[in-house]
């Protein structure tokens, strides 16, 4: 009987001792690099990069907003650890996990985001060391080389859409939109991105919102010029 063959995932050092390399141990042929970018899992038969990035550890800078808000930016050292991850790597994924997803870290998402938005980047969440190994081992095998074409693009069309519609709603709805409000821009506006880069202007010109509305909007992405 032929032996199963065992797809490999290369770790970075930095991720030896966590729960997410036990998990992977148990269906990967895991090997160790300290060449690789730090917090990163290279799945090399389904060129799949992801970086792991816990909400804890992102280190930000916090400024609070006279709406009682909250801008969140992200450090020059964490900026450059993204453009790094995308100048070597084409099919790369970020899974930022934090137990809760409150305030803090949906606007870190929307921080990342705003940070690729010129990138195919694509930002996950996860609650749990156990869900990032799901969602890595759900995703490798999709883009891997018996993966039918259909499947890997219905799969990237739900990430994005899961990250946005999580994002949007949780997010704006903390600043005090209605759910009818953000139902309202999310149609209107279409992608996160959008919403993030919109000016007042565009803001009414797509949607129904008040200019009172759109103002808190562009106010809280901190988009206004």
Do not use: W
Request: proline content about 2%; overall charge neutral; some cysteine.
């Amino acid at each position: 009987m032929a032996k199963h063959s065992v797809d490999p995932v290369i770790i970075n050092t930095s991720l030896a001792d966590c729960d997410i390399c036990r998990c992977l141990q148990k269906q990967y042929k895991v090997r160790f690099s300290e060449s690789t970018p730090k917090d990163t899992c290279i799945f090399p038969l389904s060129t799949v990069t992801f970086l792991l990035v816990r909400a804890d550890d992102a280190t930000t800078t916090i400024t609070q907003l006279p709406n009682s808000g909250q801008q969140v930016d992200l450090s020059l050292q964490m900026i450059g650890r993204l453009k790094q991850l995308q100048s070597g790597h084409q099919n790369c994924y970020l899974i930022l996990s934090s137990a809760l997803h409150e305030q803090r870290e949906l606007s870190l998402m929307f921080a990342i985001q705003n940070s690729v938005f010129a990138s195919k980047m694509k930002i996950l969440p996860s609650h749990s060391d156990s869900e990032t190994a799901k969602i890595m081992a759900m995703i490798a095998k999709a883009k891997g080389k018996h993966a039918s074409g259909i499947f890997k693009q219905r799969l990237d069309t739900l990430a994005t859409r899961h990250v946005d519609d999580a994002m949007i709603l949780g997010s704006l709805s903390g600043i005090g939109l209605t759910d009818h409000q953000c139902f309202v821009l999310q149609q209107g506006c279409g992608s996160l991105s959008n919403i993030v880069n919109a000016t007042k202007q565009q803001l009414l010109d797509h949607t129904s919102l008040a200019s009172e509305t759109a103002e808190k909007i562009v106010n809280f992405f901190s988009a206004e010029t």
